[in-house]
């Protein structure tokens, strides 16, 4: 039964309207909370490994590439801490394998911390200090690109620009090409 307006006495306008500021309070809440959901919190860890590929490195003598004569891969691991959207802090490590006459080894594993400066649509540049077991010492720019973005996992793909220094070897600048899953 419906009751006209002017029929309601004050005791049922309240109540209608306690109801209705109820129900438009309850749905702006649960907007926000799902807002809220949908807006990663910070600050945050988030892990990765992947595999480099060197491509070749130039010094004083000239260009090596990575296929001739000794062939060198590496795995790189580490953690994010994602201090916002726009900054986060990288660890990394990467063990690198060389194969040289048949014979493979460890050659050195790099100890790799950095800033990371986020931008729009995926794009990270980290700017990388470098610690090589092998004596070596120096800086890495890495431009990186999500390239996969999943519910739980992202595929990236990144280009380092490796600068090192010391161990009695001229100073090299290089190249390879990064392939790898954050999750």
């Not at 702006?28 to 060197?54: K, L």
């Not at 001739?68 to 891969?73: C, E, H």
Request: charged share 15%; net charge positive.
């Amino acid at each position: 039964m419906i009751i006209p307006p002017d029929n309601l006495n004050n005791a049922n306008k309240n109540g209608l309207l306690t109801t209705l500021l109820f129900v438009i309070t309850a749905l702006c809440c649960s907007m926000q909370i799902c807002n809220a959901q949908q807006t990663p919190a910070y600050p945050r860890v988030a892990g990765y490994f992947s595999v480099i590929e060197p491509i070749g490195t130039w010094n004083k003598d000239g260009f090596t590439s990575n296929f001739s004569g000794a062939y060198t891969i590496g795995f790189p691991f580490g953690l994010n801490l994602l201090k916002s959207d726009k900054f986060g802090i990288s660890f990394e490590v990467a063990p690198s394998i060389r194969t040289e006459k048949n014979v493979s080894k460890v050659s050195s594993v790099l100890f790799h911390p950095g800033a990371m400066f986020r931008f729009q649509r995926g794009f990270t540049f980290i700017g990388r200090m470098a610690f090589e077991t092998n004596g070596r010492f120096g800086f890495t720019p890495v431009f990186n690109q999500r390239i996969i973005k999943g519910k739980d996992a992202a595929m990236f793909l990144s280009v380092p620009i490796p600068v090192r220094f010391g161990n009695g070897v001229p100073t090299s600048i290089g190249t390879g090409l990064q392939v790898g899953v954050s999750f």
